[in-house]
């Protein structure tokens, strides 16, 4: 399982994230929109149901992250799992979409 990371995070700690599996970072915040689509569509073709999106940073990108995970996973499952903050416990919350 992978936890694919929308943006650098800069300074936060994103080890509690790593319960759900290794980290990839795929964008660093200073992408065009343009550019933040063609690499997350790359980043993500081999993206799977059993995979995460971790929520973080900009929220056009996650629109688009999560838009490229529906349609890559569409023959296998529409169901997507994403990463929360959760500021209360300190860790991240799983949530489960139907996209």
Known sequence: MNV???????EKNLQPATDYGA???MLTGRET?????????ERLKHFTPEDFI??????????I?????SRVTREQRRQLQLLV???EHYK????RIYA
Do not use: H, S
């Not at 929109?33 to 569509?41: F, G, P, V």
């Not at 971790?54 to 629109?63: H, K, T, W």
């Not at 992250?65 to 995970?69: D, F, K």
């Open 4 to 10: 694919f990371v929308i943006q650098d995070p800069k």
């Open 23 to 25: 980290l990839t970072v």
């Open 33 to 41: 929109t343009a550019q933040a689509t063609a690499k997350l569509a």
């Open 54 to 63: 971790l929520l973080i940073g900009n929220p056009v990108f996650m629109a």
């Open 65 to 69: 992250a999560i838009m490229i995970a």
């Open 85 to 87: 903050w959760n500021r």
């Open 92 to 95: 991240y919350d799983l949530e």
